[in-house]
C-alpha cells in the first residue's frame, strides 16, 4: 500500500480522514443554513400582510354588490309569489283578502315570507275595492316591501 509523503500514514487512511473532514464541514455549513433560516423577517411578513390588505380591499365591494343582488332576487321572487297568491284567492273565493294573514290561514302560504331588507315579516299592503263584490268591500290588491332603502334600479323598495 502506497504512504503518503506528508502523514506517512497510507493513502486510503489520508483519503477517509478527508472524507471525514468534508462531511463534517458540510454538516456544520447545513446546521448554519438551517439556523438562519427558520423564520420568516419583518419585512417578509409586511409585504404579505399589506397584499392580503390589498385583495381585501379590491374584493369586498363585490361581495356587498352580491349580497344585495342576491336579497334583491329574494323580494322579486316574494313579491311575485304573494301577488300570485292574492289573485288565486280572489278567484278561488270570489272575494279580496283582508290581511295577507288570511292567505296563511286559509292554507295558501304555510307563513308570510320575510322581508329580505328588514329580517321580518313587516310586508306594506295597499287595499282598495274589491271587484268581485257587489256592495263595495275591501280587499288586499297589492303587497310592498317595508323597507326604506333604495334599490340597484333607482327606485325605494317600497314601490317595487
Do not use: C
Request: avoid cysteine; hydrophobic fraction near 35%; charge should be negative.
Amino acid at each position: 500500500m502506497e504512504r503518503s509523503t506528508v502523514t506517512g500514514k497510507p493513502i486510503s487512511d489520508f483519503r477517509l480522514r478527508i472524507s471525514d473532514w468534508r462531511s463534517r464541514f458540510t454538516n456544520q455549513q447545513s446546521a448554519i443554513r438551517i439556523q438562519q433560516s427558520k423564520g420568516f423577517t419583518l419585512l417578509e411578513l409586511m409585504i404579505v400582510i399589506t397584499i392580503i390588505i390589498i385583495l381585501a380591499a379590491i374584493v369586498l365591494p363585490q361581495y356587498q354588490k352580491t349580497i344585495t343582488a342576491a336579497r334583491e332576487a329574494v323580494l322579486r321572487d316574494d313579491l311575485y309569489k304573494m301577488r300570485s297568491l292574492l289573485d288565486q284567492y280572489a278567484a278561488d273565493k270570489g272575494k279580496l283578502p283582508q290581511s295577507l294573514e288570511e292567505l296563511v290561514s286559509a292554507g295558501y302560504m304555510r307563513e308570510l315570507p320575510i322581508d329580505p331588507f328588514t329580517d321580518q315579516a313587516d310586508w306594506t299592503i295597499t287595499t282598495g275595492e274589491d271587484p268581485n263584490s257587489d256592495s263595495g268591500e275591501q280587499g288586499v290588491t297589492d303587497v310592498h316591501s317595508a323597507a326604506a332603502d333604495t334599490g340597484s334600479d333607482g327606485r325605494p323598495y317600497t314601490e317595487w
